[in-house]
């Protein structure tokens, strides 16, 4: 796992702005209640806020996309015979909870 993934991934975890090359995590406040974002490229890759946490591909199953959201917690996404997996299960990419 790349020292940029694990840097996003910690950031993430504790809720703290990150910024470096072509990765982001963000923190987005509305009137009561915050969200955290994680991006790569612009593209919107994962988010934990008071729905709960998500993550998604962004239309790129890149080993990049692959990396940043594997460093998170309680993710693990791998492709098996050309089929993504999200947790062992069959993923198309699309946002699902984690």
């Not at 072509?22 to 209640?33: F, G, L, S």
């Amino acid at each position: 796992m790349s020292k940029i993934s694990q840097d996003a991934a910690r950031a993430f975890e504790r809720r703290q702005p990150f910024k470096r090359d072509n990765t982001e995590v963000k923190i987005v406040y509305y009137v009561d209640q915050s969200e955290v974002w994680l991006c790569l490229h612009g593209n919107l890759i994962a988010w934990d806020g008071p729905l709960g946490r998500f993550v998604t591909c962004a239309g790129w199953p890149t080993q990049t996309t692959k990396s940043r959201l594997n460093a998170l917690l309680g993710v693990e996404i791998k492709t098996v015979k050309g089929q993504l997996m999200l947790n062992s299960h069959p993923w198309d990419g699309e946002k699902s909870p984690v």
